[in-house]
């Protein structure tokens, strides 16, 4: 069992960054490729982007590719997402996830276990 607790969302104006943080609990993180999703009102979760469990891998949307940055600390059980340079079209509540796999990660990313999400909101 995982249990992942999201924190760092909050209101920026477009052009802006937020640092998203993943909390996860138990001694097996290192095990588990890390990702992230986002939900949209009125919309489908989509995928954003995935770290392997050593994070050597990673895989990104194209929708966010070159402005978020993922990344883990295997050390403190926590995953990071860097988004710079957000636009109002980032506006969603930010899901992680883990999934208990050592392959790489890729778009067909699925989670095992879920936190309850964080809201991002992108003014413009």
């Known amino acids: 069992q995982v249990q992942l607790v999201e924190s760092g969302g909050g209101l920026v104006q477009a052009g802006g960054s937020l640092r998203l943080s993943c909390a996860a609990s138990g001694r097996t993180f290192s095990s588990y490729a890390m990702g992230w999703f986002r939900q949209a009102p009125g919309k489908e979760r989509e995928f954003v982007v995935a770290i392997s469990w050593g994070g050597g891998s990673t895989y990104y949307a194209d929708s966010v590719k070159g402005r978020f940055t993922i990344s883990r600390d295997n050390t403190k059980n926590t995953v990071y997402l860097q988004m710079n340079s957000l636009k109002p079209e980032d506006t969603a509540v930010y899901y992680c996830?883990?999934?208990?796999?050592?392959?790489?990660?890729?778009?067909?990313?699925?989670?095992?276990?879920w936190g309850q999400g964080t809201q991002v909101t992108v003014s413009s």
């Open positions: 996830a883990a999934a208990y796999t050592r392959r790489s990660v890729s778009a067909t990313f699925v989670g095992d276990y």
